[in-house]
Nanobody
Framework: QVQVVESGGGLVQAGGSLTLSCTVS????????MGWFRQAPGKEREGVSC????????TYADSVKGRFSISRDNTKHTLYLRMNSLKPEDTGMYYC???????????????????????WGQGTQVTVSS
């Protein structure tokens, strides 16, 4: 049974930083390309970043490019997202999930989630005040 647990969110002022973590169990974490997604109230889910199974290939949505950094530790089955220079528009619930190989994107670089993955975690809330 796949279990995904996101953590590290919180309330931060604009310009601040946070690091999110996502620990995955019940699947071969090291074999999957992984991504971070976010959803604000009333808005569609946005795929903000993606990293290859090895950690060597990274993709970012235009909205976070230059501010966010994705990484992973396969020995700990954990995915990270370092968020710098946070803006109020970064506010939302953040989730991690597997992504198709090659980090496919749509629109302004929004990462696409796997359609065959149904074990989304509870997410971690990020709130950026102005």
């Amino acid at each position: 049974q796949v279990q995904v647990v996101e953590s590290g969110g919180g309330l931060v002022q604009a310009g601040g930083s946070l690091t999110l973590s996502c620990t995955v169990s019940g699947m071969a974490f090291a074999a999957y390309t992984m991504g971070w997604f976010r959803q604000a109230p009333g808005k569609e889910r946005e795929g903000v970043s993606c990293v290859s199974w090895s950690g060597g290939g990274q993709t970012y949505a235009d909205s976070v490019k230059g501010r966010f950094s994705i990484s992973r530790d396969n020995t700990k089955h954990t995915l990270y997202l370092r968020m710098n220079s946070l803006k109020p528009e970064d506010t939302g619930m953040y989730y991690c999930a597997p992504v198709p190989p090659g980090c496919p994107t749509v629109g302004a670089g929004s990462v696409v989630a796997r359609t065959d993955f149904g074990s989304w975690g509870q997410g971690t809330q990020v709130t950026v005040s102005s």
